[in-house]
């Protein structure tokens, strides 16, 4: 089963409106690989301003509300995203379930709430180093996988085409570190079997991208591994001059 591949960067809390051009060079290095979906998820305050500036490219929030709208002081809904121009969100961040106590079920209802109200998903899942450490870490993601897919309507709605897992051991996000090879297409090949028992046939269609310390020198490696159908990107998503490289190295 041929999927495209995806390439989706996550800028985290740094942009600001001063940081256009370089996302409009990024979109322009992109248009040129057509055979490779790309996306920026950026803060939300960037958004409308970037899809104002930069037309025909995806950008997308980093989280979203389980609720459509009400008494969240600080949080955005699917609406709004969807409002701001966002055709996509990140859900389940291990930022976000570490840094704000996300739980599996919360995650969950996040990513039901996006796509039913439309917006594409990167539903995100890792283990942690001590995890790893214990030889746990595939049974403890598929698990992570289990409890936050989404089910019901919105799932419905959204698998798969518009749905895609980033597979992100928290040890690498940022470290510099890299999951082997050999461990990327163990846990791949585990959470492809995963999303077959969910989904069933449509579980061959949804795209399972790793992330964690993806740069130039290691994307065409990651990239040739079984089920690994693209990469969320964070420190090196942030210039057009280390984030192409990893673009075209998914063309
Ligand atoms: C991330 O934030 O999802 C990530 C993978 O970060 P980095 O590429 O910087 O490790």
């Known amino acids: 089963m041929a999927r495209r591949k995806y390439v989706v960067g996550n800028w985290k809390m740094h942009g600001v409106s001063a940081d256009i051009l370089e996302i409009s060079g990024i979109a322009s290095a992109a248009a040129e690989s057509s055979n490779v979906d790309v996306a920026l998820c950026l803060p939300a305050t960037l958004i409308e301003r970037a899809v104002r500036s930069v037309s025909g490219f995806s950008f997308g929030g980093q989280d979203v509300h389980q609720e459509a709208k009400g008494a969240h002081t600080g949080c955005v809904s699917a609406p709004m995203l969807l409002d701001a121009g966002a055709s996509l969100t990140i859900v389940g961040h291990s930022e976000r379930r570490a840094g704000q106590c996300e739980t599996d079920q919360q995650v969950r209802a996040k990513a039901e709430s996006a796509l039913g109200a439309g917006l594409d998903v990167i539903l995100c899942i890792g283990e942690s180093l001590e995890v790893r450490e214990a030889g746990q870490a595939l049974s403890t993601v598929q698990a992570q996988l289990d409890a936050s897919l989404p089910?019901?309507?919105?799932?419905?709605?959204?698998?798969?085409?518009?749905?895609?897992?980033?597979?992100?051991?928290?040890?690498?996000?940022?470290?510099?570190?890299?999951?082997?090879?050999?461990?990327?297409?163990?846990?791949?090949?585990?959470?492809?079997?995963?999303?077959?028992?969910?989904?069933?046939?449509?579980?061959?269609?949804?795209?399972?991208?790793?992330?964690?310390?993806?740069?130039?020198?290691?994307?065409?490696?990651?990239?040739?591994?079984?089920?690994?159908?693209?990469?969320?990107?964070?420190?090196?998503?942030?210039?057009?001059?280390?984030?192409?490289?990893i673009v075209i190295a998914a063309a």
Do not use: C
């Not at 798969?160 to 297409?185: C, H, L, N, Q």
């Not at 090949?189 to 046939?201: F, I, K």
């Open 151 to 245: 089910h019901g309507e919105g799932a419905a709605a959204g698998v798969p085409a518009k749905f895609a897992i980033a597979y992100e051991p928290m040890w690498a996000i940022g470290t510099g570190k890299v999951a082997s090879t050999a461990d990327i297409r163990e846990m791949h090949s585990a959470l492809r079997e995963r999303l077959v028992a969910a989904y069933g046939d449509a579980g061959n269609e949804v795209r399972i991208l790793y992330g964690g310390s993806v740069s130039a020198s290691n994307a065409s490696e990651i990239f040739a591994v079984d089920d690994v159908d693209g990469a969320l990107v964070g420190g090196a998503s942030l210039t057009a001059e280390k984030f192409v490289p």
